[in-house]
Nanobody, 125 residues
C-alpha cells in the first residue's frame, strides 16, 4: 500500500490549495480515504473523508463549506480542495486509507492503517 500526497506549499490567507493523494498497491474501490492534519504541538485531527464509492463524505466542522474532498476512480487519486485558508489551517496534511465495510467513512485516525508521508501546508502573509 502506498499513498503519496502532493500539492502543498505556502499560500496567503484567503487563498486556495488543492492537495492530491495518489494511491497504489490496494483495491482502490474498496477503501475509504481520510485527510488528516497535524499542527506543531497539537494532536493529529481528521479534516475530511470520502467513502469507497465517493457517495459519502464527512468533514470536520472547521472544514465545512471551505474544504471539498473528491476521488477519481480511474486515476486512483483523492483530492482535497481547500478554499478560504487561514493561518489555523497551517499543518502537515496526511491522507490515509482503511477498508470500507459500511459504505461510509469516519475521521477517527485510529481506524486508518495506512498513511502517506505527509505534506506541509503553510498559510501566512
Amino acid at each position: 500500500v502506498q499513498l503519496v500526497e502532493s500539492g502543498g506549499g505556502l499560500v496567503q490567507p484567503g487563498g486556495s490549495l488543492r492537495l492530491s493523494c495518489a494511491a497504489s498497491g490496494f483495491v482502490f474501490d474498496d477503501y475509504s480515504i481520510g485527510w488528516f492534519r497535524q499542527a506543531p504541538g497539537k494532536e493529529r485531527e481528521g479534516v475530511s473523508c470520502i467513502s469507497s464509492t465517493g457517495r459519502t463524505t464527512h468533514d470536520k466542522n472547521s472544514a465545512k463549506g471551505r474544504f471539498t474532498v473528491s476521488r477519481d476512480r480511474a486515476r486512483k487519486m483523492v483530492y482535497l480542495q481547500m478554499n478560504s485558508l487561514n493561518p489555523d489551517d497551517t499543518a502537515v496534511y496526511y491522507c490515509a486509507t482503511t477498508w470500507d465495510e459500511s459504505g461510509s467513512c469516519h475521521l477517527n485516525s485510529r481506524g486508518y492503517g495506512y498513511w502517506g508521508q505527509g505534506i506541509q501546508v503553510t498559510v501566512s502573509s
